[in-house]
């Protein structure tokens, strides 16, 4: 069964509102857990790194402001897209570290689309 | 910086050959690598981890090699089937197994 759960799988929202993706991991503790976006026909890339009870590391050319990341406890970490446009619409994935497995695992994904 | 190349982009074959998708990666210094299975506007499905010490891991009628001196890996899937109809991603874990790049992936049809 899925160790990491993503919710919503898929969500459509109007330009102008906030949407929150949730990633959780069911049987560990992350310490660490990643988000990723995917644009139509592209490779899944990597947006920031979220840490436990600290600040997420955003990449190169990732907003911030409008992709706000939470990590409050060892088994959730949540993105919300803020004032979403169309163009912020994309497939988004996370993935969370099992440090005593030594395994990264990842969520189901979730579609977002701005109308 | 890791770059990952999948080859070919696009794949459509006869049911029940036998085929082989190919990865290399930029930055031989890799922790694992790993081979994904993406279905369309879905999430992953890890299929074969291969450890940076490994040259191969089979599963099922999958095999996946790894050269890790020459950044190259090969997934192989013997007598494919409609069902393994899917996006292959190829990801090497650089600077531990936390730091994922993923290549652009593999679209296989297989058709009945």
């Known amino acids: 069964g899925a160790v990491v759960s993503q919710h919503p799988s898929r969500v459509i929202c109007k330009s102008g509102t906030s949407v929150k993706i949730e990633c959780r991991s069911l049987?560990?503790?992350?310490?660490?857990m990643f988000w990723y976006r995917q644009f139509p026909k592209q490779s899944l890339m990597l947006m920031a790194t979220?840490?436990?009870?600290?600040?997420?590391?955003?990449e190169q050319g990732v907003e911030k402001d409008k992709f706000l990341i939470n990590h409050a406890s060892l088994t959730l970490s949540t993105l919300t897209v803020t004032s979403a446009h169309p163009e912020d619409s994309s497939f988004y994935i996370c993935?969370?570290?099992?440090?005593?497995?030594?395994?990264?695992?990842f969520g189901s994904g979730t579609q977002l689309s701005v109308l | 910086k890791q770059e990952v190349t999948q080859i070919p982009a696009a794949l459509s074959v006869p049911e029940g050959e036998n085929l082989v998708l190919n990865c290399s990666f930029t930055?031989?210094?890799?922790?694992?690598l790993q081979w994904f299975r993406q279905d369309p506007g879905k999430g992953l499905t890890s299929l074969l981890l291969?450890?940076?010490?490994?040259r191969e891991q089979t599963s099922g009628r999958l095999n996946a090699s790894l050269d890790k001196s020459s950044g190259r890996s090969t997934l192989y899937i013997a007598a494919s089937q409609p069902g393994d109809s899917a996006t292959y991603l190829c990801?090497?874990?650089?600077?531990?197994?936390?730091?994922?790049?993923f290549g652009t992936g593999t679209k296989l049809q297989v058709i009945p």
């Open positions: 993935s969370a570290t099992d440090r005593v497995k030594e395994k990264l695992f």
């Open positions: 049987d560990f503790q992350a310490t660490t």
């Open positions: 979220s840490n436990e009870g600290s600040k997420a590391t955003y």
């Open positions: 930055d031989s210094a890799i922790y694992n």
């Open positions: 291969i450890q940076s010490s490994q």
């Open positions: 990801a090497p874990h650089s600077g531990g197994y936390q730091k994922v790049t």
